[in-house]
Each structure stands twice: as C-alpha cells, then as structure tokens.
C-alpha cells in the first residue's frame, strides 16, 4: 500500500528534513554567490566574492557529503 506525499512527508527523520533544508538554503546562497561575483567590478569586491563563493561551495560540499552518509546509514 502506497502512502501519500503528505503522510512520507510526516514520516520524514527530522535530521534529513533539517539537512535537506540547509541544502536548500546553501544553495541558494550559492546561486546569490555566484551572482556577486559576476555583477562586482572592485578588485576589493571581487576579492571578497571569491572567498565567499569558495566559503559557501565548501560548505554546500560538506552537506552533501552528509546527506551521502545519512542515506548510506538509514538506507
């Protein structure tokens, strides 16, 4: 018997609904990094956008890599 998405929703681990949602926000900050980078011409500014471009790529990396080991273990 199937369940419907509101109840697979429900049953969700809370770990992965709070993994999938700083990956979600993670990555929209890294749609709004890239964007930075692309619109600053400051050789200050384009500085500090590559090292927050690099910031948040290492941080979305880490998340993923967690979602990997969350689904190895659960899965």
Do not use: W
């Amino acid at each position: 018997m199937q369940m419907k998405r509101s109840e697979q929703k429900e049953n969700i681990d809370p770990r992965r609904k709070q993994l999938l949602e700083d990956i979600r926000k993670t990555k929209y900050a890294l749609d709004c990094a890239y964007s930075n980078f692309e619109n600053v011409v400051d050789p200050d500014l384009i500085d500090c956008s590559i090292y927050e471009l690099q910031a948040v790529q290492m941080r979305y990396r880490f998340l993923l890599r967690q979602a990997e080991l969350l689904d190895s273990v659960s899965g």
